[in-house]
């Protein structure tokens, strides 16, 4: 008698989701959250025919990531993804979780510590300058938004300000984020046309583009949430375990230690403006 052929694709996700032992997992992880948990994940995978040859296990990991940062996994959102990834090393296709840069303004905005976050393309002729000795971009937007999209893209930036009035300017020309895409995305760096084609760089270049400026804004200038922290962890990685995060497209683009010094120095910074206030009001809280 021949064996029985195992399950994949679709059946195997199914038969996975469903079993006991994965249930048990869920209601322990998620509680109430379970059921529309299970019900969208399965939804989200089965009108996705390249989604189903994904390992099962790293697909529920990354939902259930998406899950804790409260990002739905809706394109038309554009907070966070799920995209197949084909590990030539493992001989197996995985899913890597990607946070898209609406995704990263809203995490910013949930700290409490940004009175704003935005970012944008540059057209031809907006960048005047920078200042050598403060650094200052010098920018001056094409205010006519039909005659701003015949020019060419040469550029994105971010920016912010925190409540405490600090406010932060980052910029990378097109080819300065052309470079970054194929040094950190393996799939964007390819030299045969279908790999290449599947990257998120190809079909989507300029919401890629704003948020590597964003992320990179934020990890390299500003204080980190403990939730912004892990969100910089999980992006772009893949989960075979819950919150065990495994880079397989890139290295990992944030060092998380500057990141950390980063957010010391700002809570220094806090210190001493408290400091300084109690200082002028020295009868305050006496």
């Not at 509680?31 to 390249?50: H, P, Y």
């Not at 990002?71 to 990834?85: E, R, T």
């Not at 949930?110 to 010098?138: P, Q, V, Y």
């Not at 583009?209 to 992006?235: R, Y």
Request: charged fraction near 25%; aromatic fraction near 10%.
């Amino acid at each position: 008698m021949a064996d029985e052929k195992k399950p994949t694709g679709l059946k195997l996700f199914n038969q996975t989701i469903n079993s006991p032992s994965t249930q048990k997992y869920l209601a322990d992880v998620l509680g109430d959250r379970k059921m529309s948990f299970v019900n969208n994940l399965v939804a989200l995978v089965a009108n996705n025919a390249n989604l189903q040859a994904c390992e099962p296990y790293t697909l529920m990991f990354a939902a259930m990531k998406a899950t804790a940062l409260n990002m739905p996994l809706d394109n038309s959102i554009g907070m966070a993804y799920i995209i197949p990834y084909n590990d030539n090393k493992k001989g197996i296709t995985v899913a890597q979780f990607q946070i898209g840069w609406r995704g990263f303004v809203q995490l910013a905005l949930r700290s409490g510590m940004f009175k704003s976050i935005n970012a944008t393309e540059i057209r031809e002729g907006e960048l005047l300058g920078r200042d050598r000795l403060s650094g200052e971009l010098k920018f001056k937007f094409v205010e006519n938004d039909e005659e701003r999209a015949k020019l060419p893209i040469v550029g994105y930036v971010s920016h912010f300000r925190l409540l405490n009035g600090y406010e932060s300017v980052f910029y990378m020309s097109k080819a300065e984020v052309e470079a970054h895409a194929k040094r950190y995305s393996q799939t964007y760096a390819s030299k045969k046309d279908y790999i290449r084609n599947a990257s998120k760089w190809t079909t989507d270049f300029d919401m890629m583009a704003l948020k590597t400026v964003t992320k990179l804004n934020i990890s390299k200038n500003a204080p980190l949430s403990v939730e912004l922290k892990d969100a910089m962890q999980a992006d772009q990685s893949v989960m075979y375990e819950r919150n065990k995060y495994d880079y397989v497209d890139n290295d990992d683009e944030v060092d998380m230690a500057k990141a950390q010094a980063v957010a010391d120095k700002f809570a220094e910074f806090d210190d001493a403006e408290e400091l300084k206030d109690q200082g002028d009001n020295p009868n305050e809280n006496q």
